[in-house]
């Protein structure tokens, strides 16, 4: 018999474990931290003022790439995860738009990623990290960097 105010541990929140979507009776389902993090990935891609992901560096290394003859793009450049039994952390690294509210873009980045993960694994996602490192400027295109390289006139003789 307990005591009045005081739970039995058989009935205390916090020893009562929560039902996963991945744990019954017939078995268990894990999800690799690389399947999180494409899906987080392509959540984060639908966003409109979301130009890329990853540092400078990952973005130049992505170009190189995507230009070899079978070479593709990642969907996890820029994205980094954190999976347990129940719960996924992500970590995004992007490159925005000029003239996107960053805080807005955050916000609906954050929403995307959270409702596709959650969809698609059963994960609760605990936390999504938005980390902007570079700012696309209109006319800032990539490709079009090396073409005036190379037609542009020389400034000096």
Do not use: C, K
């Not at 593709?72 to 970590?91: H, L, N, W, Y």
């Amino acid at each position: 018999m307990s005591t009045p105010g005081t739970t039995s541990p058989a009935t205390s929140p916090a020893t009562t474990p929560t039902a996963s979507p991945l744990e019954s009776t017939q078995g268990r389902t894990t999800i690799a931290d690389g399947v999180v993090a494409q899906i987080a990935g392509l959540a984060a891609r639908e966003i409109d003022g979301v130009h890329g992901f990853g540092s400078s560096a990952a973005r130049a290394f992505g170009a190189i790439t995507e230009r070899i003859p079978g070479g593709r793009s990642s969907t996890t450049q820029g994205v980094s995860v954190e999976v347990g039994e129940r719960q996924a952390a992500v970590d995004l690294t992007v490159v925005v738009e000029y003239g996107v509210s960053i805080a807005d873009l955050a916000r609906a980045i954050r929403r995307n990623v959270i409702a596709a993960v959650q969809r698609m694994t059963g994960l609760d996602v605990v936390e999504v990290n938005v980390n902007v490192v570079d700012l696309h400027l209109p006319g800032d295109d990539d490709g079009d960097d090396a073409e005036t390289a190379t037609t542009a006139p020389a400034r000096v003789r």
